[in-house]
């Protein structure tokens, strides 16, 4: 099985900082995608960033520049900077692993509130 403990969230005023911290047990394959997502309500779940074991980022348009995704493979823990928040960032965010040779297997973090009043 694969477990997802996340830290972080909270409230800050917009143009604060805020990291979030997401690390995997488990049965966790070396070749894997570990990423943030996040829902607010009412909108659809959106992927924010990920990060493959081998480096490779990927972010949404509305984050880039602000946020920061990183890893620490040995720990298998990913990492998630965000600086000057914005209130359309308040939403739950969700860390989340997937894997290049079981895609039909994705795990889920228990999502952590993160709220930016303006």
């Known amino acids: 099985q694969v477990q997802l403990v996340e830290s972080g969230g909270g409230f800050v005023q917009a143009g604060k900082s805020l990291s979030l911290s997401c690390a995997a047990s488990?049965?966790?394959?070396?070749?894997?995608?570990m990423g943030w997502y996040r829902q607010a309500p009412g909108k659809q779940r959106e992927l924010v960033a990920d990060m493959t074991s081998g480096g490779r980022t990927n972010y949404i348009d509305s984050v880039k520049g602000r946020f920061t995704i990183s890893r620490d493979n040995a720990k298998n823990t990913v990492y998630l900077q965000m600086n000057t928040l914005k209130p359309e960032d308040t939403a739950v965010y969700y860390c989340n692993v997937r894997f290049r040779y079981m895609p039909e297997r994705v795990y889920w973090g228990q999502g952590t509130q993160v709220t930016v009043s303006s």
């Open positions: 488990g049965s966790i394959a070396s070749s894997n995608t």
